[in-house]
């Protein structure tokens, strides 16, 4: 997700890398997870941490304090390299749609018609959101028609969370709705899910591709099941090496 206007896509700054960091934050805990590429082609988790806020910590600006501490604790041994996490919010800090029936292709007025979409789902301005879209294929009925999803949170939440990142020595440059994490990470699972959900997600180990596609999961249950987190952790992390 961007600072501002423009999409351009959240992926343009990844480059080839063996290793990466997801993260699920919520209001006085974070799940972290670190993947790695394995020789064989395959992807396992190497670090799933779960990290509650003291107790006594309410007021945002201790819960801040405490989440900088948490990060800049997590990446001291890590060379500067390394030191780059993605985000996945949950649906109360990150929203997201579609617009179907667009008939422009240009990408400036595509991003302005999702940053008015954005604003409104929020309530806000339109300079109060950061956001970010994709584009997908059109009908077949209707091919000049295009569908674009977007997903966004409040430029000022955004920005807030880069900046813990930088002052804790990390680069937080993706930022994505956890349902869309949960997908990827539920999606590319290796082995029986069912199985697979009853073992620890540090044992847990995933495919750069999809193994199975969406309809196969059983979303209600999963979404109310103990490893909906923990997927969205590694599903963050297993983004960034896609």
Known sequence: MQERQGGRGWRIWRRHRSSAWGAMLEQQEILLAALALQQSGGVRVVVFEHLHAPGGLVRPAELDDWLVQTLRGLGGHLPARLRTMALALGQARCRQGE????????????????????????????????????????????????????????????QRWQAHARSAGWRLPVVEPEAQAALRAATCLRGEQRQQW?????????????????????????????????????????????
């Open 99 to 158: 617009l179907q029936g667009l008939a422009t292709q240009d990408a400036r007025r595509l991003a302005a018609e999702v940053q008015l979409e954005a604003a409104s789902a929020w309530g806000v301005g339109s300079e109060a959101v950061g956001f970010d879209f994709r584009i997908e294929e059109a009908a077949h009925d209707a091919p000049h028609a295009l569908r674009v999803r977007w997903a966004a949170c409040l430029l000022e939440e955004l």
């Open 198 to 242: 009853a073992v620890s997600p540090q044992d847990w180990h995933f495919s750069l591709t999809p193994l199975r596609p969406p309809s196969e999961v059983d979303w209600p249950e999963l979404q109310d099941s103990p490893v909906w987190r923990p997927l969205v952790a590694c599903g963050a992390a297993l983004g960034a090496l896609c």
